[in-house]
């Protein structure tokens, strides 16, 4: 059976929107079913890691941005950008720094540059879930 480009998007929404209100449960369910619809995107790889985040899991997001997103997709600038941050969020700061620089000067992906500029501007603290405001 063949999900539909729309699906795909809301589903990856509506898995960003349960892993910001405390519903992860329901994100990986979301994420791991675009997965299973999309097998060659990094994308719903990247909804995993930033899930992994936010439950304060940040070692398991660069496992998989790096063995499972980064295979799918070596050049992406957004898969980059979120091992950038994890790696940040692991205690990886120069590592993670470094990835940050590099995609914010060169990246002609307009919103992984962007997303590269504002996370490397921030405190490796700030970067942190705040898991009382979550759940």
């Not at 998989?64 to 940040?88: F, K, M, T, W, Y």
Request: hydrophobic share 45%.
């Amino acid at each position: 059976m063949q999900t539909s480009s729309e699906t795909v998007r809301l589903m990856m929404r509506l898995g960003y929107w349960s892993v910001w209100h405390g519903l992860y449960t329901e994100a990986a369910a979301l994420f791991s079913g675009t997965q299973a619809a999309r097998p060659q995107s990094e994308i719903p790889i990247i909804g995993m890691a930033v899930l992994s985040m936010a439950m304060n899991r940040p070692e398991y997001a660069v496992q998989i941005l790096r063995e499972q997103a980064l295979p799918l997709n070596p050049q992406s600038d957004l898969v980059s950008a979120h091992l950038g941050c994890a790696l940040r969020v692991a205690g990886q700061e120069d590592e993670g720094l470094q990835i940050l620089r590099q995609i914010a000067i060169s990246s002609t992906d307009q919103n992984a540059r962007q997303m590269a500029q504002n996370l490397e501007t921030k405190a490796a603290e700030q970067l942190k879930p705040l898991l009382s405001k979550i759940l």
